[in-house]
């Protein structure tokens, strides 16, 4: 059941997607939940948005509220796919009670559904139960399980990023997904921490290519500093600098499928950055690539002419591995 009582979610938007050929009418919402379980990814500060030591009841009922403040304040006929959020896994039982599974389902039943959650979480029957009350028919795939796999490489995955698990572990979590007639979305993090910008690059052509048979959707986040992190601890200090938006041009435009980016941060010191006179025509053009397409955008912004390419270009070849940055 829906609560009749309203909270705000952490966060909500309306906005455009792209999924196959098509863009579409987006919802994207943040829940407040009982918050990540593993909590220890040392770039992500959502582990610290939770509600503290709640009942399971309280939980259900804070998730409800959440959900009925959505419903009233975007129609639903005005969006045709929802992408959802929480603090961690969105089909972790503890995080998330599984009685509101059944109450977003309901909700948006007939909508397209992209849903993050950790490998671990991952279950046919609970996937299973859940596809079943929120396919109406209207779609082949009604649900995607986006996964923050980072990296297809373990070791960078353990040691830079501390994710908990390993490629292994996506692979399994992608077969049993599909079993259960979800798709299968996979984030991919650009430039962690202690990567030069070369590693970074080549760790990310690595990793497309090796995920590219076990998902159907994939988005890169350029890596940005969120406070209260263990990444913000060494970017103070100056042994961190997220990565050139050049870097983002390279790979979106060498990438084999059509992978979506929203540099948040774009342009800023805290985010995917070059020197700040190109940074804003390069983030508006990727940003419109993920919903065209058009690699012809991407390949005319790599020609634009400013003179931090050759910063970036020696950073590349020059910057050595467990060595701070050359560059803020």
Not at 79 to 87: A, D, G, M, Q
Not at 197 to 207: F, K, L, N, Y
Not at 209 to 218: G, I
Not at 301 to 321: M, N, Q, R, S, Y
Request: charged letters at 25%; hydrophobic letters at 35%; glycine letters at 8%.
């Amino acid at each position: 059941m829906i609560s009749h009582s309203m909270e705000k979610p952490l966060a909500s938007w309306r906005g455009k997607e792209r999924y196959g050929n098509e863009i579409m009418e987006c919802l994207t919402v943040i829940f407040r939940s009982g918050g990540c379980s593993y909590g220890a990814c040392r770039m992500c500060s959502y582990r610290h948005e939770r509600y503290h030591d709640p009942s399971v009841d309280a939980l259900l009922s804070h998730l409800r509220a959440q959900l009925n403040w959505v419903m009233e304040n975007y129609p639903a006929e005005e969006y045709r796919l929802v992408k959802i959020f929480t603090s961690g896994s969105f089909f972790d039982p503890v995080e998330v009670p599984p009685a509101f599974l059944a109450d977003a389902a309901r909700a948006f039943r007939g909508k397209l559904l992209i849903v993050e959650t950790r490998p671990e979480y991952i279950n046919e029957d609970t996937l299973t139960g859940f596809i079943g009350q929120l396919d109406d028919g209207s779609w082949e795939t009604p649900l995607y399980c986006a996964i923050g796999l980072e990296t297809s490489n373990d070791a960078i995955r353990e040691k830079c990023i501390n994710k908990g698990f390993t490629f292994a572990d996506f692979k399994d979590a992608a077969g049993r997904t599909r079993a259960s007639g979800a798709g299968v979305k996979a984030y991919f993090l650009f430039k962690p921490l202690f990567l030069t910008e070369g590693e970074a690059v080549a760790d990310m052509r690595t990793t497309i290519a090796d995920t590219v048979p076990y998902a159907d959707l994939f988005s890169m986040n350029p890596c940005t500093v969120q406070r209260n992190t263990e990444l913000e601890f060494y970017w103070k200090r100056g042994a961190y600098r997220p990565p050139y938006l050049w870097s983002v041009l390279t790979l979106l435009h060498a990438a084999p499928v059509h992978m979506t980016c929203d540099p948040l941060g774009g342009g800023q010191k805290r985010g995917p950055h070059n020197c700040g006179k190109c940074d804003y025509e390069l983030v508006k053009g990727i940003r419109d690539y993920s919903l065209t397409a058009d690699r012809e955008l991407i390949a005319a912004l790599l020609e634009t002419e400013c003179g931090c390419k050759e910063e970036w270009e020696f950073v590349l070849a020059e910057e050595k591995p467990w060595c701070m940055p050359l560059t803020r």
